[in-house]
């Protein structure tokens, strides 16, 4: 089946506290948003990836890439008021009876092994949402009272989240809802299985000066 990636790039900077939004900052020379589409060119050369950008960012971002010498080739479409409304305009260019990847711009480090496991693992049961189990103890905190959950039964949901195109263009037809926090969700809404695929815990999302220093570290060996 013909492989997509949609890349989500809406950030604005505000948890950064940068007025320039976190997927344009530089890391080790090169945008995070370059390394995030290069991960996905190294993993598979003939997969079209669509970038998601607010309108406002697109001639920066052209400025960027002239800047950089990126050459990677991909589309580019105005993203939406919220991140459904973004992957919605995304699908719009994503044909029938393909694979499609809806991944976050500012996370470069997931792996060729992960994203070859979730497209995999697609193709056959219609869709697979990457993962990492959670090493700290977790509380339950409701109406002033708390108590300790189980870790072994909760895990942290990543990207890139990976589907058959016909189901996703099935679920983006419906209204949004504000429980809908990721691709996975808004799936589940219309009655289908999520399955989850082991990830690296490497694929952190990028979005505090912290995160800067993590990705720092991490860039040795991508």
């Known amino acids: 089946m013909q492989k997509f990636v949609v890349i989500v790039a809406g950030g604005k900077g505000l948890r950064m506290g940068s007025e320039i939004p976190k997927q344009f900052l530089v890391l080790n020379e090169w945008p995070i948003l370059m390394h995030t589409i290069n991960t996905f060119y190294k993993w598979n050369t003939n997969a079209k990836v669509i970038l998601v950008l607010p309108e406002t960012q697109k001639l920066y971002w052209e400025n960027l890439c002239t ?4 050459n990677i080739p991909h589309q580019i479409t105005n993203g939406g008021e919220t991140r459904f ?31 070859e496991k979730c497209f995999s693992e697609a193709e056959i049961k219609g869709n697979a949402i990457p993962f990492t189990h959670i090493p700290d103890s977790l509380r339950w905190v409701e ?6 959950l189980n870790r072994d039964k909760v895990v942290k949901i990543l990207t890139p989240q990976v589907f058959k195109s016909n189901i996703l263009h099935l679920a983006f037809e419906q209204a949004y809802q504000d429980y809908f926090t990721d691709d996975a969700s808004v799936i589940e809404n219309i009655g289908e299985k999520i399955n989850l695929v082991q990830g ?12 800067l ?10």
């Open 200 to 211: 690296n815990p490497e694929n952190i999302k990028i979005t505090t000066p912290n995160d």
């Open 85 to 115: 409304h973004s992957v919605s305009n995304g699908l719009k260019l994503v044909p029938k009876n393909a694979l499609v990847a809806i991944h976050d711009a500012v996370r470069p480090f997931v792996s060729s092994e992960t994203i």
């Open 67 to 70: 800047k950089f010498n990126f």
């Open 213 to 222: 220093i993590i990705a720092q570290a991490y860039l040795k060996d991508f």
């Open 143 to 148: 109406n002033g009272e708390n108590k300790i």
